[in-house]
């Protein structure tokens, strides 16, 4: 009980640290990930039923001591008497005491194969815990990656919009000199408008993305919030050449969906071998104490205790011998069972193949679009300055000037994306090679 207070106590006050710890430096991956994993519920109650687990593997280890049970029963009796004079009813009273145990000698190792069943269910339940706590972990780091995203989304609309405002002060400068005409002037205006747009937008979008990761964490929404920006120069292009057969052989090992379904398959092992107990004999040991006491025997309470002492020790085989097809029937049920669990395993494995085949692809392919879209951004950024110079110099009007800039903008897009693209890429192949997910 202390230690289901103590529990909760922590639970209750571990948000007000984590929110007054992080409000001024920001919140980096690794704290997203652990406030998360602490606070999710399914977590949670993953921890409660490993506990509860727990319980059931003590009980079953205790089915090998012997049970003991104590009875005490006290009778009144009337019996109707016309051997004298006077009939009627005779009162009486008794009572019995006795104490008994009984314990299983043999019952074709049911007991072993069951406690060893309980002790699986254990190790199930931890790399259960385990694949929700990985999964909530990738769900974290795609959460803050579309954070660090739009945040760069809205440095670049800022910085689009700095260089529209001065390009557009320029041209009302020339539109009074009438070095251009009106509309040259009304278009770039009307790029002004459009990138004013684009900037609300990202700020939306980077609201929408604190308030994903905030709810993914359970932590109320608040305004406060921020996230670290930690330097991903680093998690650029590496050039890496996955190799599939490696990292999933490292997978197999580490991965707990993968053990899980080891376990699974084990378990069902032992179904099929308790089933099959079921056709041999039980035998049994039983021994008991008893006295009794009656009101009418003429000796007194505690001597007809003492002398009616009686005590017993015996054994019992149980032989099964016709058992309405029940024992077949749980054999055949749990051999079906063991297929089964065969089957989930090889899909698991199967699954988790894909996923790293899958992964290897995406890497392969994020860093060829990330060269080809940092070529095409640093081609359009240098075309994007030779038009900023000739419109600034009257050499061209202002729809050339517009299509270099808009060419800049989706090039300057399309890399921020392939970027981080690239970088989830990383993490998610350094994950299925056991790497710690950080930034």
């Known amino acids: 009980m202390r230690r289901t207070i103590l529990i909760l106590i922590i639970v209750l006050i571990t948000p007000g640290k984590y929110i007054l710890a992080q409000q001024d430096a920001g919140w980096n991956l690794e704290k997203c990930i652990e406030y998360a994993l602490e606070q999710n519920i399914q977590v949670r109650k993953g921890i409660l039923n490993n506990e509860r687990l727990g319980y059931y593997s003590e009980q079953a280890r205790a089915q090998r001591l012997p049970s003991v049970n104590g009875s005490i029963s006290q009778n009144f009796n009337w019996t109707q008497s016309n051997a004298t004079a006077s009939s009627g009813l005779t009162a009486s009273n008794g009572s019995n005491y006795s104490v008994n145990a009984g314990l299983t000698l043999f019952n074709a190792s049911r007991l072993s194969n069951q406690i060893r069943q309980a002790e699986l269910d254990i190790e199930s339940g931890i790399y259960s815990l385990e694949t929700t706590k990985e999964s909530i972990s990738i769900s974290i780091l795609n959460a803050y990656l579309q954070i660090l995203y739009a945040g760069e989304q809205v440095k670049n609309s800022e910085k689009q919009l700095l260089t529209t405002e001065g390009q557009l002060q320029l041209a009302g400068e020339r539109l009074l000199l009438r070095g251009i005409s009106q509309a040259d002037y009304a278009q770039v205006k009307s790029q002004l408008a459009k990138e004013k747009l684009t900037l609300a937008n990202s700020q939306s979008q980077l609201a929408i993305a604190k308030v994903n990761l905030m709810q993914l964490m ?142 290897c692809l995406d890497v392969t392919s994020a860093q060829i679009e990330y060269e080809a879209s940092n070529e095409s951004y640093n081609s359009a950024l240098e075309s994007s300055l030779l038009s900023d110079e000739k419109f600034s110099q009257g050499m061209i009007n202002s729809i050339d000037y517009l299509v270099s800039k808009t060419s800049l903008i989706v090039a300057e897009s399309q890399l921020l994306q392939s970027k981080f693209n690239l970088i989830f890429s990383y993490k998610i192949l350094d994950f299925y090679s056991g790497i710690s997910l950080t930034l």
């Open 218 to 359: 359970e932590l109320p929404v608040s305004d406060s919030f921020n996230v670290a920006n930690p330097d991903l120069s680093e998690s650029l292009n590496q050039n890496r050449i996955p190799d599939v057969k490696a990292i999933y052989e490292t997978a197999l090992e580490i991965k707990p969906q993968i053990k899980n379904a080891e376990i699974a398959r084990e378990i069902s092992a032992l179904d099929e071998k308790i089933a099959k107990a079921g056709y041999y004999p039980t035998l049994s040991a039983s021994a008991g104490i008893g006295s009794n006491f009656n009101s009418l025997d003429n000796d007194t309470y505690f001597t007809q205790v003492n002398d009616g002492i009686s005590p017993s020790a015996g054994f019992s085989l149980t032989i099964p011998i016709f058992q309405k097809k029940q024992v077949s029937t749980n054999v055949a049920v749990a051999k079906i069972g063991y297929e089964d669990a065969e089957l989930s395993e090889l899909n698991t494995k199967n699954e988790l193949r894909k996923n790293i085949e899958q992964a």
